[in-house]
Structures are given as structure tokens and as C-alpha cells.
């Protein structure tokens, strides 16, 4: 009664007598004009973030480029480097970024089963590419090759090892996804989560690429 009142005395909507549903329009976002919907807000700012990342990794490339050849009469990348064991972990994270991609088209069709299980083959796939970084860091480590013997084994150690450490935050996050989407199901929330996991993991894939193409296929040539 009180709806059509107001929409008799204001019947442009102009003055402050709006309904409930052009608040609602106004809140959200969704209002012809308005600003853009929370997922694509949450998705920008996340953009940005990982942009700080990549500057973060182009310092650690920079500095790695510089050092590569500081071996102090230590050994150097042909000495230490396997490719067929760096191959391997390669294509297990290139599988687990596709596996991510497939969850991420389970989840917009509200598919719980196939969505878990992509998820769980991601983390495994990032897992085996972990155990596979830290069975060679150990080697290394073993052969007296420590991040202190040289300024270049210290740009190696930094840089792989800041991309390990990345794809151990990422795997806790993905956990925590899992049982979220397990328990809650997929609310816009958890969706816009599974986005930013999403752009996360990739991420992690464009920078292994470099990692992999600088440091050890340009490194083990000497």
C-alpha cells in the first residue's frame, strides 16, 4: 500500500521514496549503470595482487640472471641440474593446472562430485610436483651444494624456493577450498574464492614456465 503511495507521488523515482527492489539494484551493483557485480570487483583486486607477485618473481628472475655464472668455484647449473626430473615435475603441474580448469567448469555447473574430485587431483598433481622439488633440494643439499657455497646456488634456492613456497600456500588454500565447497556448497561467496584459487594456481603455472625455460633448461647448458 505504502509501495504504491510512493510510487504515485514519486512516479519517475527520483526523490527518496525508491522501493525495496532499486535499493536492492542499488546495493548490489546490479543497477543499469551501476557499479560492477562483487565478482568482478573481487576478481580485479585479486589481478592486482597477483601483478605485486609477479614483480615480486621478476626480482628474484632479475637477480638470478645477474648470478647465474657467481659459481665461486662451486658447481654449477650442468652439474646440478636433471632435466628428465625436472620434466617430470613440469608436466605435473601443467596436469594440475588443467585439472584446476576442469573444477572450476564443475563448480559453475554445480557439480559436487566431479568438482571435489578435480580438486583432489590437483592437489595431488601439486603435491608430487613438491616431493619432487624437495627430494632434489635435499640432494643438493647432500652434495654440500648449500645456498651459501655461492652466490649462485643462493639466486637458485631463492627463486625455486619461492616458487615451492608459493605452491605450498596454495595447496593449503586448496584444502580449505575443498572443504568449504564440501560443506557450504557453491555460494556466490565460495565461488568468488574458487576464481581467485583459480588465477592463483595459474599464476604459479606461468611462472614455472619461466623458471623451467631460464633456469634450468638455459642453466644445464652451462
Known amino acids: 500500500m505504502s509501495s504504491a503511495a510512493g510510487t504515485r507521488s514519486d512516479p519517475h523515482r527520483l526523490g527518496h521514496n525508491r522501493n525495496e527492489e532499486d535499493k536492492q539494484r542499488h ?7 551501476g557499479p560492477a557485480s562483487k565478482r568482478i570487483v573481487v576478481g580485479y583486486g585479486f589481478w ?12 628474484f628472475f632479475a637477480a638470478y640472471a645477474v648470478l647465474a655464472h657467481a659459481t665461486a668455484g662451486g658447481p654449477s647449473g650442468p652439474q646440478i641440474f636433471t632435466r628428465t626430473r625436472v620434466a ?78 608459493h605452491v605450498t600456500v596454495g595447496l593449503l588454500w586448496l ?3 575443498m572443504a568449504q565447497i564440501w560443506v557450504k556448497g557453491f555460494r556466490p561467496a565460495i565461488m568468488r574464492r574458487l576464481l581467485c584459487f583459480s588465477l592463483f594456481w595459474h599464476a604459479l603455472d606461468i611462472v614455472w614456465v619461466g ?12
Open 27 to 33: 546495493t548490489t551493483g546490479h543497477g543499469k549503470g
Open 48 to 59: 592486482i595482487y597477483l601483478l605485486s607477485d609477479i614483480v615480486l618473481f621478476s626480482a
Open 88 to 165: 617430470v615435475e613440469t608436466v605435473c603441474l601443467l596436469l594440475s593446472s588443467y585439472s584446476c580448469g576442469l573444477a572450476s567448469l564443475g563448480a559453475e555447473r554445480k557439480n559436487q562430485i566431479a568438482t571435489q574430485l578435480c580438486l583432489a587431483a590437483t592437489g595431488l598433481l601439486g603435491a608430487a610436483f613438491l616431493a619432487i622439488e624437495l627430494s632434489e633440494f635435499a640432494e643438493l643439499l647432500a652434495r654440500g651444494a648449500t645456498p651459501t657455497r655461492s652466490a649462485f646456488l643462493s639466486s637458485f634456492f631463492g627463486l625455486v624456493g619461492l616458487h615451492g613456497l
Open 175 to 177: 584444502g580449505t577450498m
Open 211 to 222: 623458471v623451467f625455460s631460464i633456469v634450468y633448461l638455459l642453466g644445464s647448458r652451462g
